[in-house]
């Protein structure tokens, strides 16, 4: 099998009433992936039931569809892709994921063509859909693709990096065997292949719900599962609980938690208590000062891990004030960066300096903190609205996700902030499917959505993400004809002395024309309970839940 060197590893009850939900659980025996964990033969089904507090619900399970983070976490747990980055040597207590090393999930084998355009992908042998029992083949994986290019969702953007485009690409050899033609060659081929929207479906099944008005079950799939993953979807209790249970027909490691309670407690203050006294596990999306309680209490840990998340405020450019680039730097050097980073996260993170991550391996070798002019400057925000016609400031928008005490936390800062140059902004906090709905449609004037990242640690897989002209999450509509061109000639290059200069060029545009905010680059933290094993971190942050086990 060819595998291609990657990139370097990247470096944080509607009350208590849900108390009550938590039930015991009972399964099939698994094993620990650290040295520590219990013994899964000799664990109750208590110990081997894993419960995480969660701030709001899975919005989908149609794994072409996932974009909140929430959301692709239970997707990549439950959906086979088709590779995915093997483990490193844990330190610690915590391994990071290798990102030039890929095991199978519904590969069995993958191979590519001296220049690449070829890609030969076998199926996995002998693997079933447990919801239906029908096998896993080609044809599901063909098929999953098919859906892909219809629908022109998550997945056909991943393919079309890689130049996959039309399903005439996609040629049948037998049950298990397809081979691909006219791909792109690509330094992040396999990095793609293993994003959370490639899952596999079951074909035959999905099938049998598609009408003549939605021919690819949009509908059906959205509330339904039809995959195979490390876990399966056993129930899904609207705005209360997920339930996953192991796969039995896991073609890896057998999990220690053969139970995973996926718990909504919208108060980041619930899923603290939660968290202390011991009735959850892991609690997602603490504020700051939850997460120093939460280091100081007895039976948990914080972890906080250097990462790539990027907390930014997003403007629409489609509209006013917005379409003017002098409004949107005004705001850029309005914005408290000190007070969000010292004083909402608590020092776990660090200023951004543009749209690539200070923590990506890029932001050192292209040397772009030169590029980066923005700090707060009161004065310069003031002059910079008058020159566009707004001394006397504006007011507009900003929709947060309901939940994330460090959004709403961040938002008062800038409310504050702004507030000294005349500009007055509503924060309006939205569910998570209201969140997704409003950025989909472009409906908002302006957005923070939590923390963002890039999957893929490099800036073709960046601007081929956020800053392309219609790329599918531009959601604040930018567009330059001379980023366009500088990052789509630099498409099949892999070296990277030879795209610096494109890149460079490119970045620099981008934070000149500031469409958004880039406040905070923080670091992953996650708060759990004392006795969990075995964390692996990977560059998208998505918890996979198969290597963790418990202390025995």
């Known amino acids: 099998m060819s595998i291609e060197t990657a990139r370097r590893r990247s470096a944080s009850l509607a009350g208590l009433l849900v108390v009550a939900l938590l039930v015991t659980a009972c399964g099939s025996s698994d094993s620990g992936s650290e040295s520590g964990a219990a013994d899964a033969g000799s664990a109750s089904a208590e110990d081997r039931t894993l419960r995480v507090a969660i701030a709001g619900d899975v919005e989908t399970l149609d794994p072409a569809f996932g974009q909140a983070e929430l959301t692709n976490l239970v997707l990549k747990n439950v959906y086979l892709q088709p590779i995915q980055y093997l483990p490193g040597e844990y330190q610690d207590g915590i391994a990071y994921a290798d990102t030039t090393s890929y095991e199978g999930q519904s590969l069995e084998s993958w191979s590519f063509s001296e220049d690449r355009r070829t890609i030969t992908l076998k199926v996995r042998e002998g693997l079933t859909f447990p919801n239906s029992g029908n096998p896993v083949t080609a044809q599901d994986f063909i098929w999953t693709l098919e859906r892909a290019l219809g629908t022109q969702a998550g997945p056909a953007w991943v393919w079309g990096n890689i130049g996959v485009t039309e399903l005439g690409q996609v040629d049948l050899v037998d049950d298990t065997t397809i081979v691909i033609s006219g791909a792109r060659p690509s330094a992040i081929a396999e990095p793609l292949m293993r994003d959370q929207t490639l899952g596999l479906l079951d074909s035959v099944e999905v099938k049998k719900h598609a009408t003549a008005d939605d021919p690819w079950a949009l509908t059906w799939l959205s509330q339904n599962y039809a995959g195979n993953g490390r876990y399966l979807v056993d129930s899904w209790e609207k705005g209360s609980k997920m339930t996953l249970v192991a796969n039995p027909e896991w073609p890896g490691e057998e999990p220690f938690f053969n139970r995973i309670e996926l718990l909504v407690v919208p108060q980041s203050s619930n899923r603290l208590a939660l968290l202390q006294s011991g009735d959850v596990d892991i609690a997602f999306d603490l504020s700051s000062q939850e997460l120093d309680t939460a280091a100081g209490s ?53 200023p951004s300096q543009g749209p690539i991550s200070v923590n990506s391996r890029f932001f050192d070798l292209y040397e772009l903190g030169d590029l980066y002019p923005y700090s707060t400057d009161l004065d310069q925000a003031r002059s910079l609205l008058a020159e566009a016609g707004l001394a006397d400031g504006f007011s507009f928008e900003l929709i947060v996700p309901q939940g994330l005490p460090y959004v709403e936390a961040a938002a008062a800062n800038l409310k504050s902030s702004f507030a000294e140059i005349g500009v007055d902004m509503t924060i309006t906090p939205v569910s998570s499917a209201t969140m997704a709905e409003r950025l989909a449609q472009r ?77 905070a680059n923080a670091n992953y933290n ?14 998208d942050t998505l918890v996979f839940f198969s290597p963790l086990g418990r202390k025995g």
């Not at 629409?316 to 004083?343: E, K, M, T």
């Not at 959601?475 to 030879?498: I, K």
């Not at 996650?526 to 560059?539: E, K, N």
């Open 526 to 539: 996650l708060a759990m309970r004392d006795d969990i094993t075995g964390y692996v971190h990977h560059p």
């Open 298 to 350: 007895d039976g948990v840990d914080v972890m906080s891990i250097a990462d790539r998340q990027a907390l930014n405020l997003g403007m629409n450019l489609r509209n006013a004030p917005f379409d003017d680039v002098r409004v949107r730097q005004a705001l850029s050097y309005a914005a408290p960066y000190s007070g969000i980073v010292d004083g909402v996260l608590q020092g776990r993170a660090v």
């Open 443 to 519: 409906d908002f004037e302006a957005f923070m959505r939590g923390y963002l990242t890039d999957y893929v640690d490099d800036p073709y897989y960046h601007f081929f993400l956020w800053w392309g002209t219609d790329v599918v999450l531009n959601w604040v509509g930018y567009s330059n004809a001379e980023v366009d061109e500088a990052y789509l000639s630099m498409a099949e290059v892999a070296d990277d002395d030879v795209r610096r200069e494109a890149y460079r060029a490119a970045i620099g545009q981008v934070v000149a024309d500031a469409p958004m905010l880039w406040l």
